[in-house]
Structures are given as structure tokens and as C-alpha cells.
């Protein structure tokens, strides 16, 4: 089995991958830590033969994290930021300061699309361009979803917008507090997401896939106005694209890897644009 982890600063998640069969045989999720309990916090390693990470953590985190796995498992790839990888140039001018978790998401969007925006919606909701070719341009960062509503203390933080709320009841204007700080929130991020997608394929000249990850994708996919696809695994993805393991990932095969629509033709995304400007 492999063992593929993405560790955040709050929550780590992990899966077990079939070696012969690329299949997804588990998955879970903890509070990151330092010390790790196999069995767990993470799967039995006795059925384990190789690790992948990316992590975002602290330092002493990963350290701690990878000496537990090299003491059991034979393998343990651990991912790191750098200049070029995979066709793409980093953007960053210090690449290895570049949240790894990026770096693999812009690597798994560029493989399968050729060029693409990915959008990771978690603590922090990033935002990353590669343009065809393989340039990364560097991203955008803002508060993602709870960490909006932990900075206004107004004691709602534990009333979670539900994701399948449909966006127009979301963008409609909130009737008690709770509802008037989620519907806020919601429009905060999603308009971000809109107007910075938009503003840079007009700045680029080209249309982009849009890809969507992390806990809180399907609800911000409900606000966003052009066609995208959601993409769970794209971390992971990336980890399968920088060390392939089984016969399918050799060949190119991304676990999960969805349908990507054809983004909305740039001239309407301009239109758009041009018309919130007015506004």
C-alpha cells in the first residue's frame, strides 16, 4: 500500500493507495500533531511500503512526522517547492517559499488541463495561475471560510454555513446574525475568487480551467459564475504526478481527476468584468 499524507497547519489528511491496483482503499483525516499514533491517527504501517507528503506544517512537525515513518516504511518521498518540476516554472521569486500544497495543486491542474487556475478552499482559500506553457505566475491568499468568522467574534464560529445551500439563498442578505455573518463571509470569498479569476485571464489574454479543492470547495463552488470543476484529490494528485508509484500513475493516470469543462470563452469573462467595473 501507499501511504499518501497532506498535512495542513489545523487538519491532516491521508489515504491508503493499492500498489498494484492504483485503487483507494481508506481515507481519514486528524488534527495535525506532533506526535503521531500509527493505527490512529494514520493507518497500520505494517501494510505500508511507501509514503508520500506534503506538508505545510511547522518544521518540527514533518521532522517528527518522517523520522516515525522511516523507522517502518521503506519509502518516504517527502515534497518540497522548487524552481521547475513537472514543465512548470515556479512564479515565485523565492520558490521554495511557495506552500507545497500549492505547488502540487498547480502541478496536478497543469497536467491535466495544460494550463489552469486552482483554487485550494481551506483555513485559507489560494488562489494559483500556471498559463499554458507552464508559467506559474504566483497567487493570491485570503481568509477562507472559518477563519473569517473566528476574526469577527461575534460567537457564531460553530454555526457552519451548510454546503448544500443553493448561492442565491447565500448571497441574499442574512435575517438574523448568524445568517447575516455566514451570508457575508460567503460573499466575501466568492466574489474574491470571481473577480481575481477574471481579472487575470483578462490581464493574461487566455481563458483558463478552473479547478477547485480543499474542505470548503462545493460550497464555494455553488457562488462561482464561470464553468469549473472540483477536484478533491488534486494534492494528492500532485504527489501521484512527482512520484509515481503504480503502472497507472506512470502512465499519467491522476486518481479522482474530474471532468474539466472548457472554460467560458474570454470574451465573455471581459464582459463580466467590464460590467462589475461599472458597478
Known amino acids: 500500500m501507499i501511504l499518501d499524507l497532506d498535512i495542513g497547519n489545523t487538519l491532516s489528511k491521508w489515504r ?18 506532533e506526535e503521531w499514533r500509527p493505527g490512529a491517527d494514520i493507518p497500520d504501517l505494517d501494510v505500508v511500503s511507501a509514503v508520500r507528503i506534503s506538508s505545510v506544517a511547522r518544521r518540527a512537525v514533518l521532522e517528527d512526522t518522517v523520522a516515525l515513518l522511516q523507522r517502518r516504511v521503506g519509502a518516504v ?3 518540497r517547492s522548487v524552481r521547475e518540476a513537472l514543465g512548470v516554472t515556479s512564479g515565485y521569486e523565492e520558490p521554495g517559499r511557495l506552500g507545497v500544497d500549492r505547488w502540487m495543486g498547480a502541478l496536478a491542474g497543469y497536467q491535466l488541463t495544460g494550463g489552469c487556475c486552482s483554487v485550494d478552499c481551506g483555513s485559507a482559500i489560494t488562489i494559483d495561475f500556471v498559463l499554458p506553457g507552464g508559467r506559474h505566475l ?61 481579472e487575470v485571464c483578462d490581464r493574461e489574454g487566455v481563458a483558463l480551467p478552473l479547478l477547485l479543492t480543499g474542505g470548503d470547495a462545493r460550497v464555494v463552488s455553488r457562488g462561482i459564475r464561470v464553468p469549473h470543476a472540483i477536484w478533491p484529490d488534486m494534492v494528492y494528485a500532485g504527489l501521484e504526478a512527482c512520484y509515481p508509484l503504480t503502472a ?17 470563452p474570454l470574451e465573455r469573462i471581459r464582459a463580466g468584468l467590464a460590467f462589475s467595473t461599472l458597478l
Open 16 to 33: 491508503l493507495k493499492d500498489i498494484s491496483s492504483s485503487e483507494i482503499r481508506s481515507r481519514g483525516a486528524v488534527w495535525t500533531r
Open 138 to 198: 504566483g497567487g493570491y491568499i485570503i481568509p477562507g471560510l472559518r477563519l473569517m468568522k473566528e476574526s469577527l467574534k461575534l460567537g457564531t464560529r460553530n454555526v457552519a454555513i451548510d454546503p448544500d445551500s443553493e448561492a442565491d439563498e447565500l448571497l441574499a442578505p442574512g435575517r438574523n446574525t448568524v445568517e447575516a455573518v455566514n451570508h457575508g463571509i460567503y460573499m466575501a470569498a466568492v466574489s474574491a475568487v470571481n473577480r481575481i479569476y477574471a
Open 77 to 79: 518521498h517527502v515534497a
Open 248 to 264: 497507472a500513475e506512470r502512465a499519467g493516470r491522476m486518481a479522482g481527476a474530474p471532468h474539466v469543462p472548457l472554460p467560458a
